[in-house]
């Protein structure tokens, strides 16, 4: 494996009966990169991004991940990437503590481990005050904040976000965005999924998926010259309009 290639798929494909939901996709994601994985609904994203995190076995092609084959070592990758989902969040009626403290748990680390980085992550983000309260007390922002920073609570070498910043106002997607940097100038691998173009702006590279393919894979700025757009959200609805 080369060193700094993180992620490499090669045709990787997932059919379900007659229906291909990911069609022969192929593409390298480098250490440290922010690689934006975007599509409307229905292209096929969430699941190539299954597949990925070891909860999908694929139906044909390669895929390696940390390192790790998609097809024999599913296991090894779920301990060496973070996770984090609009849908799969903390624990509403466990506190921040309780929270941290609980997927250290799962992520493997030892209780002296789970207290130092627990200490570290509360006054990282100025937890304090809110250390003994309900997760579900928490408002939509600080509670995606304080997901992103569990997910990485094991220092993974990739982390997987899926749709993360849904449903917050700007200013707390901004803020959610400005830990994204922290953590890939640290040297972790981020994998995101948005439906925001501006977010698009923000990444290294994108690609672009539609119907079950990679349809463009370039920096935004390159897809733009390419595409003669203005913007990424241009770029977006030439190529899902074909």
């Not at 309780?98 to 002296?112: D, V």
Request: glycine content about 8%; proline content about 2%; charged content about 25%.
């Amino acid at each position: 494996m080369e060193h700094n290639k993180v992620i490499q798929v090669t045709h990787l494909t997932k059919t379900f009966g007659d229906f291909t939901a990911v069609n022969a996709i192929s593409f390298e994601v480098e250490k440290g990169e922010i690689f934006g994985f975007l599509g409307a609904n229905g292209a096929g994203k969430t699941t190539a991004m299954k597949m990925l995190i070891g909860i999908s076995t694929p139906t044909s092609g390669k895929a390696r991940v940390a390192g790790f084959d998609v097809f024999t070592h599913a296991e090894d990758i779920k301990r060496n990437i973070g996770y984090m989902s609009q849908k799969f969040a903390l624990y509403d009626d466990l506190t921040v503590k309780e929270n941290i403290t609980f997927f250290g748990g799962i992520y493997g680390l030892s209780r002296k481990q789970i207290r130092e980085k627990s200490a570290l992550l509360i006054d990282e983000l100025g937890l304090e005050k809110v250390a003994h309260s309900l997760v579900g007390a928490l408002p939509l922002g600080w509670k995606q904040k304080l997901s992103f920073s569990v997910s990485l609570i094991h220092d993974p070498k990739i982390v997987f976000l899926d749709e993360p910043t849904g449903g917050v106002d700007p200013i707390a997607r901004r803020q959610f965005w400005e830990m994204i940097y922290k953590a890939a100038n640290r040297g972790t691998t981020v994998f995101v999924t948005t439906h925001y173009m501006d977010e698009a702006e923000y990444c290294d590279r994108v690609s672009i998926m539609v119907n079950g393919r990679i349809e463009a894979l370039d920096t935004p700025k390159k897809l733009k010259e390419q595409f003669k757009a203005a913007n990424m959200n241009d770029v977006f609805l030439k190529l899902a309009r074909g």
